[in-house]
């Protein structure tokens, strides 16, 4: 089962060259709004992709979009959601079928006849004079161009050339932050009851359950380290044209142990957000205290190598495959619970090439850029706004769990953040390196920003408008013959606007995320 599903296989070595005047690196939403942008501009431009598929988590099972405020919407993002609309025949629509998404970028980058070089893995970047002159894969092909975006969910081109980079929670004190480092006492997504951690209740001599980290918890609220928040899959489920849970390789029974226990006392809410798609298809996300995100197992994947990469994202394949099968055929498992959920299965006609399964891992954080400036959540709460606005953010700030651990006996979840906001801008200067580390290179996705800033920005849609930002900008960049800090905002934020793109807020605007965020989750 799942054999075709991967993240990385080594190829055979090939001496391709490539030269274009962009390269764009990830054909993530943002590198393919990136690249249309690029070609509409006469430049020419090739994508290469380390999987074998385009359009990153909105191709993959992310068909609920967290989108905030809908009047933030604009450009190309604007147009796929009016093209998502426009196929199901309504007038707004932000919920889709991942292989609708998937028709719509292919028509895209067809139409504009942009070239897409999947299974491309960095090896090196050449640098002269702090300037990329050429990128090399790991199966040897090679990438010549003036200009290049990185609009990976890694942020591996960024790393290979040198530019300065966080992975993990900054210590509060870094930025002035209160949502920031080590969060303990979240409202939402933990465990509502006292469950024993051990294996024998009560003995401690006889080891935690799986899943539980043996750390002794020292650290304060706000204390830094190196933990990312928990990756998933974005799940299509349907009980219409559907394949029921398989039992996946390496199937662990003892990873839901704690699950069970849960369960047992009292609690079932692993499969709750279960967000309605089109045509009878569902977007099953991450619930409560225990349900698809495999906490604290991704901490080594944005600095791993290609093939340590590729085991962490099997092990998330086997946990997330494991845990539907485990609710719905475990002999221990309440019928009740094993009835509801064997009402569901992959749906029989998303993602047939990967035997109906996600292709894309959800990597909600990986490497983060230190620029020049640094989107904080003085940004996201209006304490501070930017001075070079090219988007609008409006999501709430939001972190999935960190770890989980024992704290006084009792087994506890730590990293979960959910705070409300309004729609705040983000600064042009957040997707630039520093100068003194590179000077052709732009970074729509793994941009400046602090873990919990970067929890409110790291949205689909606000991807797509990043990329079509660092589309222009690189545009710019090439036409003045300048270091892409050295561009003109002023023409860049014009062209942005005559490009139907949102870059400052309205506060005339009547949507307010704020107050839906506070309906949402006021009172639980």
Same mark, same amino acid.
């Given at each position: 089962?799942?054999?075709? $599903?991967?993240?990385?296989?080594?190829?055979?070595?090939?001496?391709?060259?490539?030269?274009?005047?962009?390269?764009?690196?990830?054909?993530?939403?943002?590198?393919?709004?990136?690249?249309?942008?690029?070609?509409?501009?006469?430049?020419?431009?090739?994508?290469?992709?380390?999987?074998?598929?385009?359009?990153?988590?909105?191709?993959?099972?992310?068909?609920?979009?967290?989108?905030?405020?809908?009047?933030?919407?604009?450009?190309?993002?604007?147009?796929?959601?009016?093209?998502?609309?426009?196929?199901?025949?309504?007038?707004?629509?932000?919920?889709?079928?991942?292989?609708?998404?998937?028709?719509?970028?292919?028509?895209?980058?067809?139409?504009?006849?942009?070239?897409?070089?999947?299974?491309?893995?960095?090896?090196?970047?050449?640098?002269?004079?702090?300037?990329?002159?050429?990128?090399?894969?790991?199966?040897?092909?090679?990438?010549?161009?003036?200009?290049?975006?990185?609009?990976?969910?890694?942020?591996?081109?960024?790393?290979?050339?040198?530019?300065?980079?966080?992975?993990?929670?900054?210590?509060?004190?870094?930025?002035?932050?209160?949502?920031?480092?080590?969060?303990?006492?979240?409202?939402?997504?933990?465990?509502?009851?006292?469950?024993?951690?051990?294996?024998?209740?009560?003995?401690?001599?006889?080891?935690?359950?799986?899943?539980?980290?043996?750390?002794?918890?020292?650290?304060?609220?706000?204390?830094?380290?190196?933990?990312?928040?928990?990756?998933?899959?974005?799940?299509?489920?349907?009980?219409?044209?559907?394949?029921?849970?398989?039992?996946?390789?390496?199937?662990?029974?003892?990873?839901?142990?704690?699950?069970?226990?849960?369960?047992?006392?009292?609690?079932?809410?692993?499969?709750?957000?279960?967000?309605?798609?089109?045509?009878?298809?569902?977007?099953?996300?991450?619930?409560?205290?225990?349900?698809?995100?495999?906490?604290?197992?991704?901490?080594?994947?944005?600095?791993?190598?290609?093939?340590?990469?590729?085991?962490?994202?099997?092990?998330?394949?086997?946990?997330?495959?494991?845990?539907?099968?485990?609710?719905?055929?475990?002999?221990?498992?309440?019928?009740?619970?094993?009835?509801?959920?064997?009402?569901?299965?992959?749906?029989?006609?998303?993602?047939?090439?990967?035997?109906?399964?996600?292709?894309?891992?959800?990597?909600?954080?990986?490497?983060?850029?230190?620029?020049?400036?640094?989107?904080?959540?003085?940004?996201?709460?209006?304490?501070?706004?930017?001075?070079?606005?090219?988007?609008?953010?409006?999501?709430?700030?939001?972190?999935?769990?960190?770890?989980?651990?024992?704290?006084?006996?009792?087994?506890?979840?730590?990293?979960?953040?959910?705070?409300?906001?309004?729609?705040?801008?983000?600064?042009?200067?957040?997707?630039?390196?520093?100068?003194?580390?590179?000077?052709?290179?732009?970074?729509?996705?793994?941009?400046?920003?602090?873990?919990?800033?970067?929890?409110?920005?790291?949205?689909?849609?606000?991807?797509?408008?990043?990329?079509?930002?660092?589309?222009?900008?690189?545009?710019?960049?090439?036409?003045?013959?300048?270091?892409?800090?050295?561009?003109?905002?002023?023409?860049?934020?014009?062209?942005?606007?005559?490009?139907?793109? $949102? $870059?400052?807020?309205?506060?005339?605007?009547?949507?307010?995320?704020?107050?839906?965020?506070?309906?949402?989750?006021?009172?639980?």
């Amino acid at each position: 089962m799942w054999e075709s $599903v991967y993240y990385y296989r080594k190829k055979e070595k090939r001496q391709q060259h490539y030269k274009q005047d962009v390269l764009i690196y990830g054909a993530t939403p943002a590198g393919i709004t990136a690249a249309i942008t690029l070609k509409k501009n006469g430049h020419s431009v090739r994508i290469a992709e380390c999987s074998r598929f385009i359009g990153g988590m909105t191709t993959s099972g992310l068909g609920a979009t967290d989108l905030g405020a809908e009047q933030a919407l604009g450009g190309l993002a604007k147009q796929f959601y009016d093209e998502i609309a426009q196929h199901y025949g309504m007038e707004k629509c932000v919920r889709f079928e991942p292989h609708v998404a998937e028709r719509i970028f292919k028509t895209w980058l067809q139409e504009q006849e942009i070239n897409v070089q999947t299974e491309q893995f960095i090896e090196s970047a050449v640098l002269e004079n702090q300037s990329i002159q050429q990128v090399r894969m790991t199966d040897g092909a090679t990438y010549e161009a003036k200009q290049f975006i990185d609009a990976s969910y890694e942020g591996d081109l960024l790393a290979h050339a040198g530019v300065e980079y966080i992975v993990g929670r900054e210590a509060s004190t870094v930025y002035k932050e209160i949502y920031n480092g080590v969060q303990f006492g979240t409202q939402h997504h933990k465990f509502e009851s006292f469950i024993d951690p051990y294996i024998e209740e009560g003995n401690p001599a006889s080891g935690l359950l799986s899943g539980i980290s043996e750390e002794y918890v020292t650290e304060h609220n706000g204390a830094g380290d190196h933990r990312i928040q928990a990756y998933n899959f974005r799940m299509c489920l349907t009980k219409e044209e559907k394949v029921p849970f398989p039992k996946p390789h390496g199937y662990e029974r003892d990873y839901y142990a704690l699950l069970l226990r849960y369960i047992k006392a009292g609690h079932w809410d692993a499969m709750k957000l279960h967000t309605p798609l089109m045509n009878g298809k569902t977007d099953l996300n991450n619930h409560g205290a225990f349900s698809t995100d495999f906490i604290g197992m991704n901490y080594a994947f944005p600095d791993a190598d290609y093939e340590s990469r590729e085991e962490i994202y099997q092990q998330h394949v086997t946990y997330v495959a494991g845990l539907l099968y485990f609710l719905a055929n475990d002999e221990e498992v309440p019928s009740v619970i094993q009835e509801e959920v064997r009402q569901w299965g992959l749906a029989a006609d998303e993602f047939t090439d990967t035997d109906n399964w996600p292709r894309q891992l959800y990597i909600r954080e990986a490497r983060r850029m230190i620029g020049e400036y640094v989107m904080t959540e003085h940004h996201a709460l209006q304490r501070e706004i930017c001075e070079q606005p090219i988007a609008v953010a409006s999501f709430h700030m939001d972190s999935h769990n960190c770890r989980r651990v024992v704290v006084n006996g009792r087994v506890m979840n730590e990293g979960d953040i959910q705070v409300p906001v309004k729609p705040f801008m983000i600064d042009l200067r957040a997707l630039l390196p520093k100068k003194e580390h590179c000077t052709n290179l732009i970074v729509p996705v793994c941009l400046s920003a602090s873990h919990i800033a970067y929890g409110s920005i790291r949205m689909e849609p606000i991807f797509m408008m990043l990329g079509q930002v660092a589309g222009a900008a690189t545009a710019s960049a090439i036409v003045e013959s300048k270091a892409v800090q050295d561009i003109s905002y002023e023409q860049l934020k014009q062209q942005l606007i005559e490009q139907g793109h $949102v $870059v400052e807020w309205d506060e005339s605007y009547v949507d307010d995320p704020l107050r839906r965020m506070e309906e949402t989750f006021g009172g639980k």
